[in-house]
C-alpha cells in the first residue's frame, strides 16, 4: 500500500495540492505539509503549487467581481451578509485586507469577489495578494510538517499509517466544514 502511495504522490502529488488549495486550502496545506514531512514531496514544489492552486481560485472570483460582482454579491442573503462583513474590513485596510481575510475561515470569495467589483488595481491586488498567499502558505505547510515530526515521534517511522492518518485529517476537516456551512446556513436562515 505503501508504495502504491509514494507513486500516486510522486505522478500526482503536486496536481492534488493544487485542486486542494484551490477548493480548500488550510487542510491540505495541513495533509501537504505533514507529507513533506516524511518525503512524500518536495517542500518547493509543494509550496509553489498550493499558492498557485489558491491565487488561481482567487483571481477567478476577483474577476467575476469586475464582471457581475455587485448582482451576484447582493443576490442572496448569504453573500449579502458577507459582503457588509468584506466591505467593512476593505474600507478599513484596504489592499492590506488581504493579509486578514487569508486567515479568516469562510472569506476567501466575497472579499475577492468585492474587490474586484470595487475597481482595485489588479496589479496592486495581485502583488499584495501573492504575498499575502506566500505567509499563509508557508504557516499552514509549517504546521502540517511539524504534525508530521510529532508523528514520527509517537509512532516511529511507520510510513504505511500516514496515509491513513492523511485521510483521516481530510474527513476530519471535510465533516467540521460541513457542519459549520450548515450551522452558518442555519443561522443566516434564522434571521
Not at 33 to 57: M, Y
Amino acid at each position: 500500500m505503501i508504495e502504491n502511495l509514494e507513486d500516486f504522490l510522486s505522478s500526482y502529488g503536486y496536481v492534488a495540492v493544487f485542486i486542494g488549495t484551490f477548493i480548500e486550502g488550510e487542510l491540505f496545506l495541513l495533509v501537504a505539509g505533514f507529507f513533506v514531512r516524511h518525503d512524500f514531496l518536495q517542500p518547493i514544489p509543494t509550496f509553489i503549487f498550493s499558492i498557485l492552486g489558491a491565487l488561481t481560485h482567487e483571481l477567478i472570483y476577483f474577476f467575476l467581481g469586475r464582471w457581475k460582482g455587485r448582482s451576484i454579491l447582493l443576490g442572496n442573503k448569504y453573500t449579502k451578509r458577507r459582503y457588509i462583513k468584506a466591505k467593512k474590513l476593505i474600507e478599513k485596510y484596504g489592499i492590506y485586507s488581504l493579509f486578514i481575510i487569508r486567515f479568516l475561515y469562510g472569506m476567501r470569495v466575497v472579499p475577492m469577489m468585492l474587490m474586484g467589483a470595487t475597481g482595485f488595481n489588479f496589479y496592486k491586488f495581485l502583488f499584495f495578494n501573492v504575498l499575502s498567499l506566500v505567509i499563509w502558505a508557508s504557516i499552514f505547510l509549517s504546521v502540517g510538517y511539524f504534525l508530521g515530526h510529532i508523528a514520527i515521534n509517537l509512532f516511529g517511522n511507520l510510513k504505511h499509517y500516514y496515509f491513513l492518518f492523511g485521510l483521516a485529517v481530510v474527513i476530519l476537516g471535510l465533516l467540521i466544514y460541513t457542519f459549520l456551512t450548515l450551522k452558518s446556513k442555519r443561522r443566516e436562515a434564522s434571521r
